[in-house]
């Protein structure tokens, strides 16, 4: 067993732990959901507010099991696997923290959801920077346009780009926490951003790679 794998079997067991622990303590109605300016404005009942995050956890945990097995393409997967798997243990991480921000707050602990969010959204962009400069082309992870699946040269152009980009995403996104005002924004733009940009350049490479 792979030690990333093992890492999400205990992130996954814990999760499923607290939720029990925890489930006497919890209000009938959990909040589950925060607006951009970080108040509540949705609820579940208790039993999906605790319950329904592990249960997520272990379907994306059985996806990405497949994942590398499936792919026309798995060869070079397994050329940037540590980094792969190490992102899958990160978006865990990332579950994992979303899960326990959402049980403290129903237990009585108030903060700024939003801005509590943006470190752990910062940190993952900068890691898929990472994850893009080693990743090889492939179906499932990376920046799959029909030019970079086309091209091993697009593919890898697109991605050293893409990289930079993101990494630059991630540390704007952590920086948002200074302006809780703009949170929403410093993440969304910088994402959204960069996926069109990625877009368009993947496109124009490929026509040069034509002529």
Same mark, same amino acid.
């Given at each position: 067993m792979r030690k990333s794998t093992l890492v999400i079997i205990i992130i996954i067991l814990l999760s499923f732990v607290i939720s029990v622990w925890v489930y006497p303590q919890m209000?009938?109605?959990? *909040? =589950?959901?925060?607006? *951009?300016?970080?108040? $509540?404005?949705?609820? +579940? =009942? @208790?039993?999906w507010g605790l319950f329904l995050m592990p249960i997520i956890s272990v379907g994306l945990f059985l996806l990405f099991l497949i994942i590398p097995k499936i792919d026309p393409l798995k060869a070079n997967i397994e050329k940037f696997r540590k980094y792969f798997d190490w992102f899958i243990v990160l978006i865990f991480v990332f579950l994992?923290? #979303?899960? +326990?921000?959402? /049980?403290?707050?129903?237990?009585?602990? @108030?903060?700024? +959801?939003? $801005? *509590? &969010? #943006?470190? *752990?959204l910062g940190l993952l962009f900068f890691y898929i920077g990472i994850l893009l400069q080693k990743a090889k082309r492939?179906?499932?992870?990376? &920046? @799959?346009?029909p030019w970079t699946l086309s091209s091993d040269r697009v593919w890898d152009k697109t991605h050293k780009l893409g990289s930079k980009l993101f990494m630059i995403a991630g540390v704007i996104a952590i920086i948002g926490v200074l302006f809780p005002r703009y949170t929403i924004w410093l993440? &969304? $733009?910088?994402? #959204?951003?960069?996926? &069109?940009?990625?877009? /368009?350049? =993947?496109y124009f490479e490929y026509q040069k790679e034509k002529k």
């Amino acid at each position: 067993m792979r030690k990333s794998t093992l890492v999400i079997i205990i992130i996954i067991l814990l999760s499923f732990v607290i939720s029990v622990w925890v489930y006497p303590q919890m209000p009938e109605k959990v *909040a =589950s959901h925060w607006n *951009a300016q970080g108040q $509540v404005d949705g609820y +579940m =009942s @208790r039993f999906w507010g605790l319950f329904l995050m592990p249960i997520i956890s272990v379907g994306l945990f059985l996806l990405f099991l497949i994942i590398p097995k499936i792919d026309p393409l798995k060869a070079n997967i397994e050329k940037f696997r540590k980094y792969f798997d190490w992102f899958i243990v990160l978006i865990f991480v990332f579950l994992f923290y #979303i899960f +326990m921000l959402t /049980v403290l707050w129903n237990v009585g602990v @108030r903060y700024n +959801m939003s $801005v *509590a &969010i #943006i470190p *752990a959204l910062g940190l993952l962009f900068f890691y898929i920077g990472i994850l893009l400069q080693k990743a090889k082309r492939n179906w499932f992870i990376g &920046i @799959r346009t029909p030019w970079t699946l086309s091209s091993d040269r697009v593919w890898d152009k697109t991605h050293k780009l893409g990289s930079k980009l993101f990494m630059i995403a991630g540390v704007i996104a952590i920086i948002g926490v200074l302006f809780p005002r703009y949170t929403i924004w410093l993440i &969304i $733009v910088p994402v #959204i951003l960069v996926a &069109i940009y990625t877009m /368009v350049y =993947s496109y124009f490479e490929y026509q040069k790679e034509k002529k």
